[in-house]
């Protein structure tokens, strides 16, 4: 507990120490808002789980923290609303660790629930009225001027069905009977093609990735995996020959630069790539670049065009804060800057996976292991596609990117491996 | 089940991994690429959060280009505004977010921006960066004189052509004159205004003082004169006949502008050619010492090379002969070049007001030619001198006594002769004018050249002028180099 305020202290340090070059007189008052909230979140977790894992509640802190001032730093209206969410996310984390405090292996009882939940949550933005579609990937459901993306929560959902489902199958799924797999294929051909029918090629990979990952603990079959990813990339094959949107994403991710104009699909016209269809990536990286080793500084940062003869400033690189807000940290912070928060995320993993060591039961190893290689997997996904060693995929950086539904998605998965380890350590100490 | 969680758990952490060593790639080992890809806008905005020092006139004083700060998404930007507006912008040229730079403002970009390789600087600007504070040019403080420049401005309104005055002794530019100019003020935002001018021409961006070129007309009767006298083939007091005409190729070649009345001076010397500007003395003169000779003579005055100057290489151009627009070196001068029409200024030549300029300040220098130059002193910040003027001897294209025979020639030409309308009462001034035919009836571009005071030269001028309808160098040019000479010299 005491590695709580310890890591917490520094944590807040940190952001306040950054907040203070962009802000002056606002920032004591918001790091003191901030701090308490997260003094609040430290009680419920003191009287709803008293032995769980003490590192991953300020990890959490921290990743939030850093995300909220890049966020300020980028737009402060955003990081007004940002801030927002995360009280939203703090109070749904609340309510899990009330009511699961005693025993959240209830869910396991709810997995079909949880499981057809999750795809009708994936099926909403598709709907006509309250569909809405952003960037060309149809993700968003609007009541009004209320924005959610439904896919992060189900995200959590379809990992408590996949641990609940492969806990009691686990023998049958291992000799594989077509009987006891059809359940999960159903559900699972189901939310694929909800990914393809939306576009979402980054939540599509990251569940097929979890997906896997939890199938391989469950089963202990090498085989299945490598069938997995057999399939995957037929699919993926097949999803590149009919889809010009996968087979955009592939071409800019391996030739994002082109020394003659070819054919521009946003404009119509011929143009270098790198002004047309890599634009994004290649801003991002040149935003990355420029970090160095020290980075320019938090705040002075270069996010903005210089005015061109009448034409004002304006952001060099589109969707800063959410999907790519890596590029903008990666910039400011510098390569020691950006290990640091990759190396925040690694203990976060390492934590998570601890406490699936340390369960006692399967439906508990799955369900937090599948939690922590779901972040693992998000995290890599995002980034990986902004550092271009996988094709680049709209997907949010948890904790970090601005989006209330990535941030109240990523409190309950918080709030769940919390579970798993307050109930596993209180037996270990039994 | 623990040894498959472990596994993942690994998979995982690789593939976080993974992503701190792309991190490390794109911010190390592909940066220096990155940095130097066109479409990279960052590197663009780089450049504006230096403080760009600050260009001073030669008084050390009056600011010719200073910064403007505002703040542009968190950063401090530096944007250039030029309290002098169109004043001195052929020199200073322009620091704009759109377009290259020009002018000093390119050539001085590195002291400018603190990143010249002055051990000084370069200690400098590190501790800037390492402290994260703003790094700040150096100051570069011009020989121009402010109240010479506005004054060749003034005199140069409504009218096409350049200015430029020299420091015989040192090469210093004291004043150097281009119109019409350009407001470097308004080259960001409206371009189409900056450019425009009430003067009857265009172009302008183009610095016409040391990349216009021109006719010189009988102004290069100095190089011919000097390469009779210094040869030996000549004396001031050579005898010629004139008979209004020069014989070249079985063909008479009349005098002067206007072929219905020719000037006949019959019995005359080098010197009265040289006062009254006589052609066929002239012509006579190239005809005996060929092509060839005057050419090298124009070529140790710094002919067929683009003039040193601090302004860049591509806002200067050579003077010499010019073919279908390019700089013609004849390999058999005597087949391949006209030496009589050579000799008065005619032919192909091409030269700029500097180089007239530098052919006068030679003479006066007796016989040595200084490099010209622009920056009297670079400053850091802190107060100390990075670099400063040092003069230089550029050439001795001609002996001193050639030099001494040629003041007093054109000192003739002024008191007597075509140049009578550069006289200042009490100032022995030398000069000499030219009137240069384009062509197009009594259209003429006018010229002159000449430096004061004759024994002890403080200023060399040459004033070209475009487009004089029925104007002569002695009528149009002469009056502003005399009224730019009475202003340093009282």
């Known amino acids: 507990m005491i590695a709580v305020g310890v890591m917490t202290a520094v944590g807040f340090a940190s952001v306040y120490i950054a907040r203070k070059s962009v802000v002056s007189t606002a920032s004591l008052t918001y790091a003191g808002l901030f701090f308490g909230l997260y003094a609040v979140a430290h009680l419920v977790v003191r009287a709803t789980v008293p032995f769980a894992d003490p590192y991953l509640l300020p990890i959490v802190g921290l990743l939030t923290g850093v995300g909220l001032t890049e966020i300020y730093r980028l737009n402060p209206d955003d990081a007004f609303k940002q801030a927002g969410w995360i009280v939203v996310g703090v109070a749904l984390f609340t309510l899990a660790l009330v009511l699961l405090r005693h025993d959240y292996r209830r869910l396991e009882v709810y997995k079909y629930l949880f499981g057809i939940t999750a795809i009708a949550l994936l099926v909403l933005p598709v709907l006509p009225v309250i569909g809405l579609t952003v960037n060309g990937a149809r993700l968003w459901v609007h009541f009004g001027p209320l924005r959610f993306q439904p896919g992060e929560l189900a995200k959590v959902m379809l990992i408590v069905f996949l641990a609940g489902y492969m806990r009691e199958k686990r023998e049958v799924l291992a000799q594989g009977r077509l009987k006891d797999w059809g359940p999960l294929l159903v559900i699972w051909a189901l939310a694929m093609l909800v990914l393809l029918e939306t576009k979402d090629l980054g939540g599509g990979l990251l569940y097929f990735g979890i997906f896997l990952a939890m199938l391989y603990m469950a089963t202990a079959r090498i085989g299945y995996v490598a069938a997995g990813l057999g399939l995957f990339l037929v699919g993926a094959v097949g999803v590149w020959r009919v889809t010009p949107h996968v087979r955009e994403r592939v071409t800019i991710w391996l030739h994002p630069w082109t020394d003659h104009k070819v054919y521009c699909p946003l404009s119509g016209q011929f143009d270098l790539r790198q002004n047309c269809e890599s634009f994004q990536l290649v801003k991002s990286l040149y935003s990355i670049g420029n970090g160095e080793y020290g980075g320019t500084g938090l705040g002075k940062g270069t996010f903005l065009t210089l005015p061109a003869g009448n034409s004002p400033p304006h952001p060099i690189i589109p969707d800063l804060n959410t999907d790519f807000i890596y590029s903008a940290l990666a910039q400011e912070l510098g390569l020691i800057g950006a290990a640091a928060l990759l190396l925040v995320y690694m203990i976060f993993v390492l934590r998570g996976m601890r406490t699936s060591l340390l369960a006692q039961d399967g439906f508990s190893k799955l369900f937090a292991a599948g939690l922590t290689f779901g972040f693992a997997l998000q995290t890599f996904i995002i980034v990986g596609g902004i550092l271009r060693i996988i094709p680049l995929t709209g997907i949010t950086l948890p904790f970090v990117s601005y989006g209330g539904s990535s941030v109240v998605a990523n409190f309950l998965l918080l709030a769940g491996l919390l579970l798993v380890s307050n109930r596993a350590n209180r037996e270990m100490l039994r | 089940m623990n040894k498959q969680v472990s596994q993942i758990g690994v998979v995982g952490l690789v593939l976080l991994a993974a992503l701190i060593l792309g991190t490390t790639y794109w911010q190390t080992w592909a940066n220096a690429g990155l940095a130097d890809r066109q479409d990279n806008e960052i590197r663009l905005v780089a450049q504006f959060t230096i403080k760009r020092g600050t260009i001073y006139a030669g008084d050390s004083r009056t600011p010719l280009a200073v910064n403007v700060s505002k703040k542009i998404g968190g950063q401090t930007l530096y944007f250039r505004r030029y309290p002098t507006g169109p004043l001195f912008s052929d020199v200073v040229g322009y620091s704009t977010q759109s377009r290259n730079r020009t002018g000093l403002e390119r050539s001085y970009n590195d002291y400018l921006t603190g990143s010249n390789a002055n051990l000084d600087t370069i200690f400098r600007s590190a501790i800037d960066k390492l402290k994260g504070s703003t790094v700040t040019g150096n100051d570069v403080v011009l020989t121009l004189r402010p109240n010479l420049q506005a004054l060749a401005r003034r005199l140069m309104q409504g009218k096409c052509g350049a200015v430029v005055a020299l420091e015989p002794t040192t090469g210093r530019v004291l004043a150097m004159v281009t119109n019409p100019a350009y407001n470097p003020n308004l080259i960001e935002k409206q371009f189409n205004q900056a450019t425009r001018s009430n003067a009857p021409c265009g172009a302008s961006l183009l610095n016409r003082a040391t990349a216009g070129k021109y006719q010189p007309g009988s102004t290069f009767k100095m190089v011919t004169a000097a390469a009779a006298l210094d040869t030996g083939r000549f004396t001031p007091d050579s005898p010629f006949y004139d008979p209004g005409y020069c014989v070249e190729y079985g063909q008479r070649v009349r005098n002067a502008g206007n072929p219905e009345a020719p000037e006949t001076f019959g019995p005359v010397n080098l010197t009265t050619g040289f006062e009254h500007s006589i052609n066929s003395v002239f012509c006579n003169v190239g005809k005996t010492l060929g092509a060839g000779t005057v050419l090298r003579y124009a070529q140790r005055f710094g002919f067929y090379s683009v003039p040193p100057l601090e302004t860049p290489d591509n806002e200067r151009v050579a003077s010499g002969l010019y073919n279908?627009?390019?700089?013609?070196?004849?390999?058999?001068?005597?087949?391949?070049?006209?030496?009589?029409?050579?000799?008065?200024?005619?032919?192909?030549?091409?030269?700029?007001?500097?180089?007239?300029?530098?052919?006068?300040?030679?003479?006066?220098?007796?016989?040595?030619?200084?490099?010209?130059?622009?920056?009297?002193?670079?400053?850091?910040?802190?107060?100390?001198?990075?670099?400063?003027?040092?003069?230089?001897?550029?050439?001795?294209?001609?002996?001193?006594?050639?030099?001494?025979?040629?003041?007093?020639?054109?000192?003739?030409?002024?008191?007597?002769?075509?140049?009578?309308?550069?006289?200042?009462p009490g100032i022995r001034v030398a000069g000499k004018t030219g009137t240069a035919e384009i062509g197009r009836g009594n259209v003429n571009t006018t010229w002159f050249a000449c430096f004061a005071p004759a024994e002890t030269p403080r200023i060399a001028i040459a004033v070209v002028v475009e487009n004089q309808n029925g104007g002569f160098g002695g009528t149009v040019s002469a009056p502003i180099a005399k009224q730019i000479m009475e202003a340093l010299l009282r």
């Open chain 2, 324 to 424: 279908h627009g390019r700089l013609f070196r004849p390999k058999q001068p005597q087949f391949e070049v006209d030496p009589g029409r050579l000799a008065f200024g005619q032919e192909r030549l091409q030269v700029t007001p500097l180089q007239m300029a530098m052919v006068a300040a030679a003479i006066a220098n007796h016989g040595v030619l200084m490099r010209p130059q622009l920056v009297e002193r670079v400053v850091s910040p802190s107060g100390t001198t990075v670099t400063h003027l040092k003069p230089q001897v550029l050439s001795q294209p001609i002996k001193r006594q050639t030099a001494d025979q040629l003041t007093q020639m054109m000192e003739l030409a002024v008191t007597g002769g075509t140049g009578t309308a550069a006289q200042i």
